[in-house]
């Protein structure tokens, strides 16, 4: 007889050669990122944006029929439909949005999960009631910490089965900067199935996992929420046995559009000797991104590239370009964001388990061939 | 020095235990497939479709600015903006397109490209202007045998630089049925960029390396095409130095929703005891599907499974359905299709050398546990 922990079995780092298995392609070949020339749009087109999701994507046949329930620790539980979420004013906020795993293909050794290289990031214009309007008209009552949010997406999880769930501290959930949406429109039009139709949260500055998709129920408690993926998933680890800190908001990061064009098969860059305009996209969750560098020779001296902005979409990534002079030869192109707060991208992996947060700086290999 | 040979090395198959290298990876994590979940809807929801694209995906600015040339062995070349294109009697066709590499990362030994299970498909509503109405204008001359798509996606292959270019056969492409497509919409609105905006070519019934994206050029030639696309790859060859058969139009394929829910980490599915309803598509791009097959025992025996149709929609996907009682156990669960001529898919590997047309029967491991 087979058990359920021989389908799901514990979280694992790969061993230091061992290629990419079938277990984490199924992941790959299901969840998609931004292809990086993308990062030329401000805000992703439909399909482009990255999505990750833990367990099947629901089918909803009807979102008129779903309904959103508020409960818990508070005077007045609420049940709305969709009809009911859309009479309430609406409120649109650009807001990137970064998986918490990026950059987890490229440590080593490798955790084993969904293998991001650098591209799971995406930017959108979210439309949605407040939260903290929800949770005041149901009355949040005095003692409560944490706001739980369910999704309808259901699955197992090293052994656990499980809805997926997440729960913000009340601070974050009631905040008016970010102010958390309750989203029913990505971009002006309904949410497409894989970014949680009908109905999300989005939590402007943290990654993914906060974003609750296929969202069907708000619970305020008034103990710390203790769920799988508050306390055993998204914690930075060292030890497999420590309690971890959780993973928040995102770390700042910058990346670029490689330049010129790809080999199909390696990837690698190829650009034509002369003026080559770079460009890319920088954020962070943290604090407001305050400059980006570039480096032409693989981190060793770095120099200011042109950072557009500020504009009022503090929740969103900023624009920026560097002019280059491509060489005949070989380079590694690279770029970094510091934010208001001094965090800066780091050289070197900040390596943990799980592979969370890893915004180690982006390597573009560019290969510029003699003048023909 | 580095040569372009450094960067863009010959196809190869890999070692019989070698992993999933970084080079598939970094495809992987830019095209993807379509969630198998995905496979409930009639027509693909924007973003769950398959995409592939050989190198970057073109960033086109206006929309308004695009150019179609028609020319080679024609009376009257032309050249066609996007509103003449919009101002044609516009067509809408159903069509379900599957990349010519579906399945190659299931094929052992394993070549080595872009690693697709089995979800590279998809469906829409594709609408444009008969490309027979168009050839018919410019007058196609005696003599002509190709006509030559031109995409303005730019790269490397196997130290080849190009534009991607594919070719037709003139009688497919003044066909008919299926009739092909110049098309500026996917489900009603413009392309999305990563299927092609703001043009491309719809070759119903075809693999979807036919169907050329960010279409630019057509020229009728009257010799047959010899260009990378269609004599170097998408080519079936046991060996390397054989010319092998043309890929062409699609193998008859089904394919299930996985029952039940998943493991995150090994997408193993778990169900519960009990009725379990299955449900798929089936298509073949060869003739219609005339029936559907359902194995609950890894292929050992099968049933009829109720295929449904046939509808006014030939070239695209038909849903199929079976009930299944799952018991306590492990399962592997199959559906295969068989088409009007007989097509039926295979229960052994067709192997070739770069992995096309594999319509190997889906196996689906399923992990009923016993009543609670």
């Known amino acids: 007889m087979v058990h359920i922990e021989d389908i799901s079995t514990p979280a694992r780092v790969a061993e230091p050669e061992e290629g990419i298995g079938r277990d984490e392609l199924s992941l790959a070949t299901r969840n998609h990122g931004l292809p990086l020339e993308g990062l030329r749009y401000d805000v992703t087109p439909p399909g482009m944006h990255y999505v990750l999701t833990h367990y099947d994507i629901p089918y909803v046949a009807e979102d008129a029929a779903w309904e959103l329930t508020i409960g818990g620790h508070v005077d007045r539980p609420l049940r709305l439909g969709m009809d009911e979420l859309r009479s309430y004013p609406p409120v649109t906020t650009r807001v990137t949005i970064e998986c918490a795993g990026n950059g987890r293909a490229l440590l080593s050794p490798r955790p084993v999960s969904q293998p991001w290289l650098v591209e799971a990031v995406g930017t959108a214009d979210w439309t949605g009631v407040p939260l903290r309007t929800l949770l005041a008209e149901a009355g949040v009552r005095d003692g409560a910490v944490d706001a739980v949010f369910t999704g309808a997406d259901h699955g197992v999880e090293r052994g656990v089965e499980q809805d997926y769930q997440r729960a913000l501290p009340l601070e974050a959930a009631l905040g008016d900067d970010p102010e958390v949406l309750v989203a029913y429109a990505m971009n002006g039009a309904p949410l497409p199935p894989q970014h949680g139709r009908p109905l999300r949260l989005v ?30 998933s998204y914690r930075i680890r060292q030890e497999p046995d420590e309690q971890g800190a959780p993973v928040t908001r995102i770390a700042p990061r910058a990346l670029m559009v490689p330049p010129g064009f790809p080999d199909f098969m390696s990837r690698s860059r190829v650009v034509r000797p002369g003026e080559v305009k770079l460009e890319g996209r920088a954020w962070s969750g943290r604090a407001p991104v305050t400059a980006v560098e570039v480096s032409t020779d693989d981190g060793r001296t770095w120099d200011a590239a042109d950072l557009e902005g500020p504009d009022r979409h503090r929740w969103a990534w900023r624009r920026w370009h560097f002019d280059w002079t491509a060489t005949p030869g070989q380079h590694v192109l690279c770029a970094r964001a510091t934010d208001a707060e001094g965090g800066t991208q780091p050289l070197d992996q900040p390596w943990n388990r799980a592979g969370f947060a890893n915004n180690l700086v982006q390597r573009v290999p560019v290969f510029c061939p003699q003048s023909p």
Request: aromatic share 16%; net charge neutral.
């Open 203 to 232: 939590v402007p500055g943290w990654y993914g996992m906060a974003h609750v998709k296929w969202l069907r129920d708000i619970t305020v408690a008034d103990q710390p929420f203790t769920g799988f993926q508050q306390t055993v």
